[in-house]
């Protein structure tokens, strides 16, 4: 009896680009709320805001570039 391949979950292109769009925005969202309330250092707040040119560009090439499916698509085995 061969074992059962691992459940994948499939979304789509166009609704993994949203998924992306909106944990970038989580992520984000995060920091900067648990440096406001001081679970985080003030720092981490400043050292954040300059990675969000990164995470904008991050996310505007996974909306652009989503039914390219050959550059965005990962396999891991």
């Known amino acids: 009896m061969e074992p059962e391949p691992p459940s994948q979950v ?3 292109t166009a609704r993994g680009a949203e998924v992306v769009k909106v ?3 989580a ?6 709320a648990f440096g ?11 050292l ?3 990675t969000l040119p990164i995470g904008n560009l991050v996310v505007r090439f ?14 891991l085995l």
């Open 10 to 12: 499939r979304l789509g």
């Open 23 to 25: 944990a970038v925005m």
């Open 27 to 32: 992520l984000y969202a995060l920091l900067i």
């Open 36 to 46: 406001l309330c001081k679970a985080l250092p003030l720092a981490s707040i400043f």
């Open 48 to 50: 954040c805001a300059l």
């Open 62 to 75: 996974v909306q652009e570039n989503h039914k390219a499916r050959p550059r965005l698509c990962v396999t």
